[in-house]
């Protein structure tokens, strides 16, 4: 792919970009509720101090001046002072994201290590026990809400076995110097593997619990477009070659099945950077999605701006990312 | 007799009442139903037939490339003196591609459109141990290429299959399936997806290779045209059956069963364009549901009431079969 292709690719996310803003702002404005009010509480503030505050939050002006501000800001890379932690959002931010990401790739990992060979062998093996089994149970990783399962993963190695911590990402006396802001990394760059265990039995349970509804839809895709790779006339050419049966399925199907599986993992994969702010809740994970459920009871309107722009940058990107992956699965994909 | 006299005056392929079977809901559906056919050492066999008669699931069948649940019996298998229904998985798994290679109707599709070129051709190599390193396979892969006619295959090679142009891709496909010099070449349909320009090149390119590499092969075509003039002797399928079998010209100048003389009654003739094109009434017996007497009773303009028999594969001379009740009689009418 040419450098040109994919610099035209990356310009296409301005227009984008600009459309999520105005979306993200107007829903602000007509959000009920005064983030001033919700600051105050029931302290008895006079009305001077409040207009005070009001005006140092800039929103005594107009919503028109106030989108141009944020925007003018944001072009900057200035997203504004969190109303409620009274730092720069964009600080705030970087400070809760690394959480989210790691906790996202590594249930990405999971997921796709479960999906895959499970969804091979059960095409494959079609109608076998094994696919049976593994097709009811895509059916109810996908059917059952994921919140749910993770509490029943804490009622069960937590609580009940007691072998996994159900909250937080690492415990106080296992923390180390932040270097990456991914404990799993920064863990072993300190040189601490008992650290580092202790940061994976951490995230191991919300990591399944996001990962096995992703599985399910991920294992049933695999599935279903490896029964039809495996009828393909390239297959039984393959075969006819004398190759072993692995190689025949692990390289010459495996290839082409993966693709609809790509497309599915990266949209997978964007609803997780945002969407897991259930399953952050319920393990108590200091991430990106606690932050902004935070934010939007606070009304702190710079930090859901921020933070949902955020979300369509790393959405669209993600997208960009599956399609240069097809250009490396298939080579007759030009962008 | 010793064992290796005795395997001298066998023929390379030796197929026995093969069968081939697929279970459907409420049956199953015979789709080669006794075939007794033999290719012998550097020859080539035409087998021609409708689609559906069971020409390529016969040959599918000998290199137990029959996909589940279909189910292959036969009473004698034998390739180059060693008996093929003796063979574990892996030792039939090392005859592919090795000593028996098949090429398919449309290379576009039998080439894996996500692989390059080297990486499919080398893998035949490297798979029955014919080149120890990638670099001596790549080399391999290279003189197969310029066999076959591809220019410049020292740079072409590490292109994708659709990068090539559809004769060239039959090429890549005739070559993948050579790479280790098999004995017998199965080319299944290997004109049918090419313009007619392109088809002469491609059945020369074969009829070159068979001489140059001293292999066997066997012409699966519905084209008697692609038979009379490429192929030493023939067989003709019809609904999972052979119904003749001999030398080609013998065959095609005297046909001994009712269906051939059909299929040759129904191609355009360039001497006597007057000719009408007669076409075979009727249709070919629904495979789940084949008659226990000849299966072309229906469309056969010389059927009697005593053809409502099971008709065998006979010799009606040496070196020519025929499966037809009236086959003495018709033949010289």
New interface residues.
């Given amino acids: 792919m040419s450098l040109s292709r994919l610099l035209e690719r990356l310009l296409g996310l301005i227009p984008v970009l600009l459309g999520v803003s105005v979306i993200v702002f107007l829903m602000i404005s007509l959000t009920p509720g005064d983030p001033v009010e919700i600051m105050l509480g029931d302290s008895r503030a006079t009305p001077e101090q409040i207009a005070a505050l009001r005006h140092d939050m800039g929103l005594d002006r107009s919503a028109m001046e106030r989108f141009l501000v944020f925007l003018w800001n944001a072009v900057h890379g200035d997203f504004g002072l969190s109303f409620f932690h009274r730092r720069p959002v964009i600080d705030v931010l970087a400070e809760r994201l690394p959480a989210t990401i790691e906790l996202t790739l590594v249930s990405l990992v999971l997921a796709l290590v479960i999906a895959i060979p499970l969804g091979v062998v059960a095409a494959v093996r079609k109608n076998s026990w094994i696919d049976r089994i593994a097709t009811v149970g895509s059916l109810l990783g996908v059917s059952l809400p994921g919140f749910w399962f993770g509490i029943l993963l804490i009622l069960f190695f937590g609580v009940h076995l007691g072998w996994l911590p159900i909250s937080g990402r690492i415990g106080y006396s296992s923390e180390v110097h932040s270097v990456t802001g991914f404990l799993l990394v920064d863990t072993l760059i300190a040189g601490r593997p008992a650290s580092f265990l202790d940061a994976a039995a951490h995230i191991l349970m919300p990591a399944l619990t996001l990962a096995l509804p992703m599985a399910a839809i991920l294992m049933r895709v695999t599935r279903s477009s490896m029964l039809e790779v495996l009828r393909a006339d390239y297959v039984l050419f393959a075969e006819a070659k004398g190759l072993t049966r692995a190689r025949v399925i692990g390289r010459h199907a495996l290839k082409n099945a993966l693709i609809p599986t790509v497309t599915v993992a990266a949209l997978e994969t964007g609803s997780l950077l945002g969407g897991n702010m259930i399953v952050e809740t319920v393990f108590g994970w200091p991430g990106i999605g606690r932050l902004v459920v935070e934010a939007i009871f606070n009304r702190n309107f710079p930090l859901v701006q921020a933070s949902v722009l955020l979300y369509a940058v790393t959405y669209v990107l993600l997208n960009f990312v599956a399609d240069l992956l097809y250009v490396l699965l298939n080579p007759r994909v030009r962008l | 007799m010793t064992a290796s006299a005795e395997a001298a005056r066998e023929p390379l392929l030796l197929i026995e009442g093969l069968t081939t079977t697929f279970p459907v809901r409420g049956g199953t559906v015979t789709a080669v139903d006794g075939v007794d056919l033999v290719v012998h050492e550097g020859e080539c066999l035409g087998v021609v037939g409708e689609s559906g008669s069971g020409k390529s699931v016969t040959f ?1 069948s000998v ?1 137990g ?1 029959v996909r589940h649940p279909g189910r292959v019996t036969a009473r004698r298998l034998r390739f180059a003196g060693r008996d093929l229904a003796a063979l574990d998985e892996a030792s039939r ?6 000593d028996i ?2 090429t ?1 109707q ?1 290379a576009l ?8 070129v080297a990486t499919q051709i080398t ?2 190599l490297l ?2 141990g014919r080149a120890r390193s990638r670099a001596e396979a790549r080399r391999a892969a290279i003189d197969i290429m310029r066999l076959v006619g591809i220019p410049a295959p020292e740079t072409r090679i590490d292109d ?1 299959p ?1 990068q090539f142009s559809g004769g060239m891709r039959q090429r890549i ?1 005739i070559a ?2 050579l790479a280790c010099r098999p004995k017998l070449l199965v080319a299944d349909e290997p004109t049918t997806a090419l313009d007619v320009t392109i088809q002469a090149q491609v059945l020369d390119l074969i009829g070159d290779l068979r001489r140059e590499l001293g292999m066997s092969v066997v012409l699966i075509t519905h084209d008697l045209g692609v038979v009379a003039e490429n192929t030493d002797r023939v067989a003709v399928f019809y609904a999972g059956q052979v119904v003749e079998q001999g030398l080609t010209r013998e065959v095609i100048d005297r046909p001994a069963h009712p269906y051939t003389r059909g299929l040759l009654a129904s191609m355009p003739s360039f001497d006597d364009l007057d000719r009408p094109i007669r076409a075979i009434p009727g249709q070919v017996p629904d495979p789940a549901r084949l008659p226990a007497h000849c299966r072309f009773y229906d469309r056969c303009a010389e059927a009697r009431e005593s053809c409502r028999v099971p008709v065998d594969l006979r010799e009606i001379e040496p070196g020519r079969l025929v499966r037809c009740a009236r086959a003495g009689e018709v033949a010289d009418v």
Wanted: glycine share 4%.
């Fill in positions: 599918l290199l490339l798994r090392d005859l592919r591609g090795r290679a098949i398919m449309d599709t039998a080439l894996n459109p996500a692989f390059t893998e035949v798979a029955h994708y659709h496909m993948t399936a």
